[in-house]
């Protein structure tokens, strides 16, 4: 199975200031069909996973613009450009290149 | 919009059965594979089984191989995991989850906590 590895796994942040988590896979997650199938979820405290970005940086519909992602090959990052309240939660990578699909650790932001 | 309304789950005791349901709506669901992913609560996800759109193809993570059984009805836009011979490691909070676009987890149910303890 395809490993994805998270990191930092804690990410105390202050509002307002700008926020990154890496993302790497253990084999890059380029499909057949020459697609790269890197997805970002967030899960907010209490509540489900929400999809914010598939194909590395293609953000889904409401997903703020202060979110983006980017990379290529095995590495990859999720940005926050300026990170507000509602922000907090876990971020999860996610490959769905490679079956099975599989989840990093998941990357918890607080506000410091 | 898209919904899935989940259903079951609950506290069993080790060695019994439970079935999750989760209720679709808001797009064809007879169009699209269908999964269940499963969260200890305060810990990661993991994905435990997938439904092709048909449900002719099935598979499953190796621990619930065997026990585990996905399945639905899509005369009743309905999703369902029938938990067998259920351990206490299989605690968590199971989501259903969509697969509309090509190769992602489009939406997820609210998730429903299973508990299996004596």
């Known amino acids: 199975d395809v490993v994805m590895t998270q990191s930092p796994l804690s990410l105390p942040v202050t509002l307002g200031q700008p926020a990154s988590i890496s993302c790497r896979s253990s084999q890059s997650p380029v499909n057949s069909d020459g697609n790269t199938y890197l997805n970002w979820f967030q899960q907010r405290p209490g509540q489900s996973p929400r999809r914010l970005m598939s194909?590395?940086?293609d953000r889904d519909s409401g997903v703020p613009d202060r979110f983006s992602g980017s990379g290529s090959g095995t590495d990859f990052t999720l940005k926050i450009s300026r990170v507000e309240a509602e922000d907090v939660g876990v971020y999860y990578c996610m490959q769905s290149a490679h079956w099975p699909y599989t989840f990093g650790q998941g990357t918890k932001v607080e506000i410091k | 919009q898209v919904q899935l309304v989940q259903s079951g789950g609950g506290v069993v005791r080790p060695g019994r059965s439970l079935r999750l349901s989760c209720a679709a709506s808001?797009?064809?669901?007879?169009?699209?594979?269908m999964h269940w992913v499963r969260q200890v609560p305060g810990k990661g996800l993991e994905w435990v089984a997938l439904i092709s759109y048909d449900g002719r193809q099935k598979d499953y993570t190796g621990s619930v191989r065997g026990r585990f059984s996905i399945s639905r009805d899509n005369a009743k836009n309905t999703l369902y995991l029938q938990m067998n011979s259920l351990r206490t490691e299989d605690t968590s909070i199971y989501y259903c989850?969509?697969?509309?676009?090509?190769?992602?987890?489009?939406?997820w149910g609210q998730g429903t906590l299973v508990t299996v303890s004596s």
């Open positions: 808001g797009f064809t669901f007879s169009d699209h594979a």
């Open positions: 194909k590395v940086s």
């Open positions: 989850v969509s697969e509309i676009g090509v190769k992602n987890f489009d939406y």
